[in-house]
Every structure is written in C-alpha cells, then in structure tokens.
C-alpha cells in the first residue's frame, strides 16, 4: 500500500534551516508530485507549494519564494523540504502528500513537528 | 487569490445524525479542483472528496459532495463515531492551492 514517512521531530533556533524529508513506497514515486502542507499549532492548514517528480517544475506559495527549497531524489523515492531564515511562526506540523495531479492530496505523510524556539 | 469561507465554524451533533458542511468560494471556482479532507488531531489529513463530488479510493458511500455556483457542500449521511474531526475544502487555481478555514464536527 501507498505510504509516505517523513523525518522525526526538530527543534531549532530562529535564523537557522531545517530540511525535511519525505519518504514514498508503494507507487512510482517519478510518476507522481508531492505537495507540502503545514500547520501551526491551533491554526487551519496552509499550502507551500508543489514538486513534480516527473518534470522538476515546482510551484512555491508566494508567501514562501526565496525562503523555501524543495527537491526530489528519485533514486531513493524522497521529496525534501528545506526552510531557511526559521522563524518562531514557523513552529508547526509539516506535511507531505503525494498525488499524481497537482491540484489535491492523495496520500498524507504523518507530518513531522518543526519547533523553532530560542 | 480565491478565498474559501466554511460554516458553520462549529457542528455539534450525535452520531446517527446527518452532517452538512459548507463551503462558500470567493469567486468562481473550477469544480474539477474542489477538495474536502477529514483531519483528526495527531493523524495525516485523509483525502475524501476530489473533484467536488468523487469519492476517493475506500471513502464510504455515507461521504458525498456537491456543489451550485461557488457553493460547495460534504454531507455525511449519518455520522459514525469516527467520523467527528475537523474538515476542509481546498480549491486549486491560478498554481495555488487555498484551504477554508474548518468545520470542527463535534459530539453533542
């Protein structure tokens, strides 16, 4: 069956990166975009943008351009997000999901919590 | 960029009961990319409705969704103990995707 395991729980300062990884098995990884979705505590949930598998093209959410790099390996079914500059607003749940279009979320990673505290 | 409204914030029913969540877009939305997801607290979002009215693969036929206009509506035709969570329609367009706010379907 289809499933997607993203990377363990960090904790990091304000002002550095963390890089997120997303782990698909149980489809053709190359045939299919990841999309990443996060949410901060009590909040709703927020689009961050898109990476086709297939062609490279990615799509970030304005609000994250510049800020934000996501990457795929398809050599070893990965996506990876990487946020950089952290912010204490940046504190939130980050989700991967897998789709082979890239207007909704087939499949969910378990989403991995990103603290950024002083 | 294209705001989705739901209501109520809030609904409280028991199980049993039928559930109708609304979905109101700011401006014209193509029905194609009209998503509903079912989010529990500690768990992935879980993909119910694509296409405004398609069930996803193993989503129970009590699941249906619907729209008229830049209205979209989920019922659940009798909610099931598993069924409470908070639950949200997403649109894609102009290479974005936005996501309404949440209805939290709650137990009464």
């Known amino acids: 069956q289809v499933q997607l395991v993203q990377s363990g729980t960090e904790v990091k300062k304000p002002g550095a990166s963390v890089k997120v990884s997303c782990k698909g098995s149980?489809?053709?990884?190359?045939?299919?975009?990841t999309t990443w979705v996060r949410q901060a505590p009590g909040q709703g949930l927020e689009w961050m943008g898109w990476?086709?598998?297939?062609?490279?093209?990615?799509i970030y959410a304005r609000k994250f351009e510049g800020r934000v790099t996501m990457t795929t390996d398809t050599s070893t079914s990965t996506a990876y997000m990487e946020v950089r500059s952290l912010r204490s607003d940046d504190t939130a749940l980050y989700y991967c999901?897998?789709?082979?279009?890239?207007?909704?979320?087939?499949?969910w990673g378990q989403g991995t919590l990103v603290t950024v505290s002083s | 960029e294209i705001v989705l409204t739901q209501s109520p914030g809030t609904l409280s029913l028991s199980p049993g009961e039928r559930a109708t969540l609304s979905c109101r877009a700011s401006?014209?939305?193509?029905?194609?990319?009209l998503a509903w997801y079912q989010h529990k607290p500690g768990q992935a979002p879980r993909l119910l409705i694509y296409?405004?009215?398609n069930r996803a693969t193993g989503i129970p036929d009590r699941f249906s969704g619907s729209e008229s206009g830049t209205d979209f509506t989920l019922t659940i035709s009798r909610l099931e103990p598993e069924d409470f969570a908070v639950y949200y329609c997403?649109?894609?367009?102009?290479?974005?995707?936005?996501f309404g706010q949440g209805t939290k379907v709650e137990v009464k």
């Open positions: 296409g405004a009215s």
């Open positions: 997403q649109q894609y367009g102009s290479s974005l995707w936005t």
């Open positions: 990476i086709s598998a297939l062609n490279g093209k990615i």
């Open positions: 999901s897998a789709s082979t279009t890239v207007a909704w979320g087939q499949y």
């Open positions: 401006q014209s939305v193509t029905s194609s990319y």
């Open positions: 149980g489809y053709t990884f190359s045939n299919y975009g």
